[in-house]
């Protein structure tokens, strides 16, 4: 590699790095090889000369030519990149009323879940060399979380006076169209390594839904669904006892269906001593003692290890329930229920909106320092 080549690569790595989740610099320079797995120099060049948005503000094609012009690329030319970058899941991309818009994507949520369906072990290798300190300070530090917890239907009553946006038959009743249900990547990528999911056997259990599934579609990355699909799908998520994290926002675009051996945000977060401040969630399991059998049933469902059983009874760690609601249907006691916290928590109205109060976040914790 050219010492010009290696700046285009760093000038991009700081451009990055400048989004609400960024991109961290780590001692092994293993962030610089993922960017020219992901990347050509060219791309890279015109990738620094995207702004970042999640749905609102892409921007059209003629309007990141005129920004482009000293790269010396016609319009058609710049067009070839920038839709070959969109096949390779390396930005976002929308099409309306036959008009082309783009923008930069962040690592993750983003370039990592682009990947979906064409995972190897080298893009593997690097991927979980970059997992660390650094990048989740970048995903948690601000505490503003990229997702929400939606609890299992069957853990909520009447009398919970839930919020519509806890609500999953309400959540996939408006958000919009079209719905894409996709292969969970994070399983694909523990398959691939010979450790497949302890949880479910099935591989299409997430969904994205707008722009995004639009995205997911226009590029055969995920199959398009009917809205009543998609609720009998999480239905049966649920039913598997995965854990429900939608976009952190009144009108998210995708729904994970996660687990703790497979999901990194699980897996990772729960092996600190208090994961519940990385989640969004506006619940908390607590059993009764008198009811509990101690029969372990909840131990099995719960996906972040929050439950134990004490002198044969279950205690749920609050430091690290997160509010899902998977161990309430399955008691055969009845002995466990969901309880709404104090302080709810409101999601931003749109994802492009929570994007900003990370960045304004972030800013100000920079600033601190």
């Known amino acids: 590699m050219t ?75 710049l067009e070839s990149h920038l839709d070959n970058m969109i096949k390779k899941g390396v930005i976002h991309f929308k099409k309306e009323e036959g008009k082309k818009y783009y923008s930069n994507a962040q690592f993750v949520i983003g370039m990592y879940e682009f990947q979906v369906n064409r995972l190897n072990k080298d893009f593997l290798d690097k991927f979980h060399k970059y997992l660390g300190i650094k990048l989740g300070l970048e995903m948690f530090g601000t505490k503003i979380s990229q997702f929400r917890t939606v609890p299992v239907e069957k853990s909520i009553t009447l009398e919970h006076h839930i919020s519509t946006y806890d ?31 302890k949880v479910t056997d099935r591989r299409e259990v997430c969904m994205t839904f707008g722009p995004m599934a639009h995205m997911y579609i226009d590029q055969g990355w995920g199959r398009e669904i009917s809205r009543e699909e998609a609720l009998k799908i999480q239905r049966k998520n649920e039913e598997d006892g995965l854990v ?104 931003p109205p749109t994802m492009d909106d929570l994007y900003n109060k990370i960045l304004k976040r972030k800013l100000e914790i920079k600033t601190k320092k």
């Open 167 to 197: 609500d999953l038959k309400t959540i996939i009743e408006e958000v919009e169209e079209p719905f894409a249900v996709v292969n969970c990547i994070c399983r694909q990528a523990t398959d691939l390594l010979g450790n497949p999911c």
């Open 3 to 77: 010492l010009d080549e290696l700046i285009i690569y760093e000038e991009l790595k700081e451009h990055l790095d400048s989004f609400p989740i960024g991109y961290p610099s780590t001692k092994s320079g293993v962030e610089m090889d993922l960017l020219r797995y992901f990347f050509t120099v060219e791309e890279a060049r015109i990738a620094t000369k995207l702004n970042f948005s999640w749905s609102k503000n892409l921007e059209p094609l003629n309007t990141i030519y005129e920004r482009t012009k000293d790269l010396g690329l016609s319009i058609e030319e």
């Open 244 to 347: 429900l994290q939608a976009g952190n926002s009144l009108k998210p675009h995708f729904i994970c269906s996660c687990c703790g051996c497979c999901c990194p945000v699980l897996a990772g977060t729960k092996k600190f001593p208090r994961p519940v401040q990385f989640f969004s969630a506006n619940f908390f399991a607590e059993v009764d003692s008198e009811l509990c059998s101690g029969c372990g049933t909840c131990i099995d469902r719960c996906q972040m290890e929050a439950i134990k059983l004490v002198k044969e009874i279950s205690k749920i760690n609050k430091k690290k329930c997160i509010g899902c609601g998977n161990c309430v249907p399955t008691c055969p006691e009845e002995a466990i229920q969901l309880t709404k916290k104090d302080k709810e928590i409101d999601p």
